[in-house]
């Protein structure tokens, strides 16, 4: 006798269950290879310093710690300092260079020491690799205006194109 349509389904299902299983087992595994292959720096900022200039302008040193998550080298293109203002507006901070930086901290000894060598284009971070750096930026507004800020944030551009960000911590 011909076995019904429903029975033919149920005589299915254990079948359709293994092949979703091995499925989702295949894809687990793929992403599971892959884990290491996505360029990213990932980090913290520690200490972010201020210093007003009389046009109105602030710079800002910020120290941080970073490492290379991925399974290939990372090389820095390039690296910008952004804020978000109290009034959410975003400002991209004008970077100092590292010889700019020495000069920076020689003048102006309120800064404290310079802890850090500055994250500049062509720094090559290995796999794996961590590394203790610093950023010296200018912003277009008042040192109390960069007080109440709502966020801060370095974005670190691979040569490739993948970028990174270092998010200051909750404030």
């Known amino acids: ?25 295949l894809v687990g595994a793929v992403f599971w290879m892959q884990r290491g292959a ?12 201020t210093l007003g200039l009389p ?13 290379n998550a991925a ?13 978000e203002s109290a009034e959410g507006r975003r400002v991209e901070g004008a970077a100092v260079s590292e010889p700019d930086a020495q000069r ?7 800064l404290g020491p310079k802890y850090n060598e500055s994250l500049v284009a062509r720094t090559r971070v290995r796999p794996g690799e961590s590394m203790d750096r610093m ?3 200018r912003f277009e507004m008042t040192e109390e205006e960069f007080g ?13 194109g993948a970028a990174s960000e270092i998010r200051e911590g909750k404030r």
């Open 135 to 137: 950023v010296a930026a």
């Open 1 to 25: 006798m011909a076995a019904s349509r429903a029975e033919r389904i149920r005589a299915f299902l254990p079948f359709l269950g293994v092949g979703v299983g091995l499925v989702g087992l």
């Open 148 to 160: 109440r800020r709502r966020g801060l944030w370095i974005r670190v551009e691979d040569v490739d």
């Open 71 to 83: 399974d290939y080298p990372f090389v820095v293109r390039r690296v910008d300092v952004l804020v």
């Open 104 to 110: 920076l901290f020689a003048y102006y000894p309120a």
């Open 38 to 49: 996505h360029p990213e720096l990932k980090g913290t900022i520690g200490k972010v310093r």
């Open 55 to 67: 046009d109105s302008s602030t710079v800002v040193v910020v120290d941080f710690r970073f490492a």
